[in-house]
Structures are given as structure tokens and as C-alpha cells.
């Protein structure tokens, strides 16, 4: 079973930054790490992913302003995010998947491999 426990979450004047940590029990390589996010009223989308050699992607609306890290060492997956806007205001989540050829949230159609989740952490961006 993969638990995984995001921290870090909080509220947050535009322009602002805040890194988010997501802490796992599993002890193997994870082929593949990702936040996504969820406001209120709206679908959850991807953010951005992670593969186990560290190769990232983004969704359009976070290039250049989050970036995507993960420490095998400490079981742990981090969201940098800077220049933080009131749409980034959501709920957001660790996910991840253990095997798998492709690791993007940027295509829909491989969100769904996703198995395991977090309990989500708010972030909250006031203008």
C-alpha cells in the first residue's frame, strides 16, 4: 500500500510562494510522482509530474512559475510555487503511479493511471 501525505499548504497574498511537500511510506522507486489541483466548482487538472530519472512536465498554466522536484532519498515530492495567482487557489494533491511508460499530466488520457492519492492540502492565493 502507498500512503501519501502532502504538507505545506496555507493562504498567500498574489505574487507570493509556497512549497508544498508530499511524504510517502513506500520505500521503492515510484515510476512516476504528480500534483494535481481542484477549486471549488471546477474539474481537478494536473499540474505537473515527475518520473523516477527526473524528467518533469507541466501543464501550460504553471510553466515557468512552479517546478517540480522529488527526493528519492526521503520518499518525498515537492511543488516550488512562485508568482503564486488567485487561480491557483485549489485544493491540491499528491498522486502517483507505480509503473508505467508515460509520466505526464499535461494529456488527459493518462491522468487516469494514477492509483494513489493524497488527502490534499488547500492553498489559498488572496489578491
Known amino acids: 500500500q502507498v500512503e501519501l501525505v502532502e504538507t505545506g499548504g496555507g493562504s498567500v497574498q498574489a505574487g507570493g510562494s509556497l512549497t508544498l511537500s508530499c511524504t510517502t511510506s513506500y520505500t521503492y522507486n515510484i515510476a512516476c510522482m504528480a500534483w494535481f489541483r481542484q477549486a471549488t466548482g471546477k474539474e481537478r487538472e494536473g499540474v505537473a509530474a515527475?518520473?523516477?530519472?527526473?524528467?518533469?512536465a507541466y501543464a501550460d498554466s504553471v510553466k515557468g512559475r512552479f517546478a517540480i522536484s522529488r527526493d528519492n532519498g526521503k520518499n518525498t515530492l515537492y511543488l516550488r510555487m512562485n508568482s503564486l495567482k488567485s487561480d491557483d487557489t485549489a485544493m491540491y494533491y499528491c498522486?502517483?503511479?507505480?509503473?508505467?511508460?508515460?509520466?505526464?499530466?499535461?494529456?488527459?488520457?493518462?491522468?487516469?493511471?494514477?492509483?494513489?492519492w493524497g488527502q490534499g492540502t488547500q492553498v489559498t492565493v488572496s489578491s
Open positions: 515527475i518520473d523516477s530519472d527526473g524528467s518533469t
Open positions: 498522486a502517483a503511479v507505480l509503473h508505467t511508460r508515460v509520466c505526464t499530466v499535461v494529456v488527459d488520457q493518462y491522468n487516469t493511471q494514477f492509483g494513489y
